[in-house]
């Protein structure tokens, strides 16, 4: 069985400052790994993904993730947060890349606020 | 030249009635979804069709029907609403055997049963 766990619903900080969004995640199988953004009354949007390519993956507006087996994380961060960054954000697990009726597990969602 | 979209991005309907809400994509995907988002924002898969035929179909009652007339839309259409039904519905599509199984959703359909 696969699951995926955001440890923070909500997220503050101070613009400039350092990102950190947690995510754990158990999986059966080699997993693929995604964050997705969600703006207010927007759909989602793709940020980035993990596909046992490269452990460290760079995605859009400056956000990248680690992907750590031995820690099963897989952890969001940004070196500088912007006030366009306040959003949703969400940790997704789908544990066989190649089947399109693999199990695609959302998680809970982490709140992002920014402090001016 | 949007990827995902939907109609109605607002349907606000009463108990008892039937509604449908459309989706089509452009992208060429052999993979399409439907969604639904609580309150608390919580995301669950409903259905998911691959090239016309139904592959995943979660724990929902079966007042939803998915139909998919060619693999560019998806459709979903809901009998006799209840006020639990009130949602936010995505549409999403991704391609098949790829390897990378993103989605790409659609803007949302705010459901509100009165």
């Known amino acids: 069985a696969q699951s995926v766990t955001q440890l923070d619903s909500h997220v503050s900080v101070s613009e400039g400052t350092p990102v950190l969004l947690r995510c754990n995640y158990s999986s059966s199988y080699s997993p693929s790994l995604f964050w997705y953004v969600q703006h207010p009354n927007k759909g989602l949007q793709l940020l980035l993904k993990y596909t046992s390519a490269a452990t460290l993956v760079k995605g859009i507006n400056g956000f990248e993730a680690e992907f750590k087996k031995s820690e099963t994380s897989f952890h969001l961060t940004k070196p500088s947060a912007h006030m366009s960054d306040a959003a949703e954000y969400f940790c997704v697990v789908r544990d066989s890349q190649y089947s399109s009726a693999s199990k695609i597990i959302f998680g809970s969602g982490t709140r992002l606020s920014i402090r001016p | 030249d949007t990827a995902v979209s939907q109609t109605p991005k607002y349907l606000v309907t009463q108990m008892g009635n039937d509604k449908s809400i459309k989706c089509e994509q452009n992208l060429g995907h052999d993979t399409m979804y439907w969604y639904k988002q609580d309150s608390k924002k919580f995301l669950k898969i409903m259905f998911s069709?691959?090239?016309?035929?139904?592959?995943i179909n979660e724990t929902v009652p079966n007042r939803f029907s998915p139909k998919s007339p060619d693999k560019a839309h998806l459709n979903l259409h809901i009998n006799s609403l209840e006020l639990g039904d009130s949602a936010v519905y995505f549409c999403a599509s991704s391609p098949q055997d790829r390897g990378s199984g993103e989605q790409y959703f659609g803007p949302g359909t705010r459901l509100t049963v009165t």
């Open positions: 069709y691959n090239n016309k035929e139904l592959i």
